[in-house]
């Protein structure tokens, strides 16, 4: 099922366009890397997926449902949205709970399920043992997987990740593209991630998006299933 998807869209800062002519499609359970050199837009084609900012020209679709028939759960963890100060007062459990009222009033009671799905997705990121410590002491990499963490625990059907391993050690970094993978086969969720480490991750996507800058200014988008010359073809993990 076609999740997203950008039509010709053009969109920049000023007067000056930053992407230009971007035609994309994601769909239902695929991992997708989104490549490029630094300032090549990145954060700004995911902002524009969202519905976050709006195209200069051209056409932007976010689905409202899921392939059964459901509301739409979008779950996004930005870049460096782990910069929380040393004193701020939540617990790592209460923000990863919170993530649970994305899936109803905020007014609600939880439920034993939400208890459980938010358990299930600290352990999913190895920070089930230190859920009752305050955020403001953590790591870097360790809020990091905070977030992922907050993400996963709305059971997201379009899971957006904008360099998400950053502050992560290879060990983590790993982990981190096993569980992905995992969502992706398992629960059939579509994962789109920002990322560097393209030789780390590329054994487990399904497909690769990369911006290229035009010859007149502006960036273009370059997939494996369009412009393979750029990247070798990508095994399904599928």
Not at 16 to 24: A, H, K
Not at 50 to 64: A, D, I, K, M
Not at 179 to 193: D, E, I, K, P
Request: hydrophobic share 35%; proline share 4%.
């Amino acid at each position: 099922m076609l999740l997203a998807s950008m039509n010709k869209v053009v969109f920049g800062y000023n007067d000056i366009p930053s992407l230009d002519g971007v035609n994309i499609e994601l769909f239902s359970g695929e991992f997708v890397a989104i490549v490029g050199p630094n300032g090549a837009s990145k954060t700004t084609l995911l902002k524009l997926v969202l519905g976050l900012l709006q195209p200069w020209s051209g056409e932007v679709r976010l689905s409202t449902y899921n392939k059964d028939g459901n509301k739409l759960a979008v779950g996004y963890v930005p870049q460096q949205v782990a910069s929380f100060n040393s004193g701020f007062p939540s617990k790592i459990l209460e923000f990863v709970l919170s993530g649970r009222y994305t899936r109803g009033s905020w007014l609600r009671r939880l439920r034993p399920e939400d208890h459980e799905i938010t358990e299930r997705a600290l352990r999913q990121v190895g920070m089930w043992e230190q859920r009752h410590r305050k955020i403001g002491e953590l790591s870097g990499g360790q809020k990091q997987r905070l977030c992922i963490a907050r993400a996963l625990a709305q059971q997201p059907d379009l899971l957006i990740l904008d360099e998400p391993t950053t502050g992560m050690d290879e060990e983590s970094r790993y982990g981190f593209y096993e569980l992905m993978h995992h969502q992706v086969n398992a629960h059939g969720r579509t994962v789109v991630m920002v990322t560097h480490g393209l030789s780390e991750v590329s054994h487990y996507l399904d497909r690769i998006i990369e911006l290229e800058r035009k010859e007149h200014g502006g960036w273009k988008c370059c997939t494996t299933t369009s412009c393979s010359g750029h990247f070798a073809p990508v095994e399904s993990s599928q």
